[in-house]
């Protein structure tokens, strides 16, 4: 995730040999590897048309949850840090990807260390405030790491506590900034009061997964096959790009986590 309005480059990472081995929540069915493979294309497709240069990291069969490449950092206008995910089986795609972002943004990177944990995907920026999902993934210490660091920066930031909702592994599950003073969220969080300063429009129940979208530039990557709130994205000016994520969705992951966006 990012805080420039311009989006220039983007991290990906195809979906390993590995990848239906990877971690799970969901009760969808095993990943079809292939047609993963072909969703995760049409994104890239999607990131390039949007005016976005891609550089894509070779999948490594060790790193079954390595195509989430959000998760292992976050990279601001300002500076990037290296994340340290919840799940230990996951540190190895932070080192894959120190070594990718300190090439492309010529600079050393700070980290979150232990005992902090926190995944990208509990990290939502909206301009130039951030607010910070606790999650299962994410503790207190990475948080205050986090917290401290972004102020350095210049930036605010706040706590979301996502922990008693099943429904949401990480905070952008359910919360997306789509710019101005404008969030999408799920209901469970339209009303908490970290989010009292924004506009929030609310997800249909039936349709919780389309509320992790992706502004990328001029457009706004969507999750397929959810009607109404495309509709409504639409009818409120938003250019929106539907993109097929089911095999994703069986893999705990959104449009989010398939890149590390760069300004």
Not at 111 to 120: Q, R
């Amino acid at each position: 995730m990012t805080d420039g309005t311009t989006f220039t480059r983007a991290i990906v990472c195809p979906p390993a040999d590995s990848y239906a081995t990877g971690l799970t929540t969901a009760r969808l069915g095993p990943p079809d590897l292939a047609r993963a493979r072909a969703q995760h294309v049409a994104y890239v497709a999607a990131l390039e048309a949007a005016g976005v240069q891609v550089t894509t990291l070779p999948s490594h069969s060790d790193h079954p949850d390595g195509t989430f490449v959000e998760d292992t950092s976050i990279v601001t206008a300002k500076g990037a840090i290296l994340c340290r995910p919840g799940a230990p089986t996951r540190a190895g795609e932070v080192v894959a990807m120190r070594a990718a972002l300190e090439l492309l943004l010529g600079e050393e990177l700070d980290a979150i260390v232990e005992p902090g944990t926190v995944d990208g995907g509990d990290i939502c920026q909206a301009g130039s405030h951030f607010f910070i999902g606790l999650s299962q993934r994410t503790n207190e210490a990475g948080a205050d790491q986090l917290a401290r660091w972004l102020d350095r920066l210049g930036y605010t930031s706040s706590t979301v506590t996502i922990r008693d909702d099943p429904t949401l592994l990480h905070l952008k599950s359910g919360l997306v900034w789509l710019g101005d003073q404008q969030l999408l969220a799920v209901p469970s969080l339209a009303a908490h009061p970290a989010l009292s300063a924004y506009d929030v429009l609310t997800v249909p129940l039936d349709e919780l997964y389309a509320a992790n979208c992706v502004r990328v530039n001029d457009v706004l990557l969507v999750s397929a096959g959810y009607p109404r709130i495309t509709a409504t994205l639409a009818a409120m000016g938003y250019q929106v790009v539907p993109l097929e994520m089911s095999e994703f969705q069986k893999m705990d992951g959104g449009l989010s986590c398939l890149s590390i966006r760069v300004p």
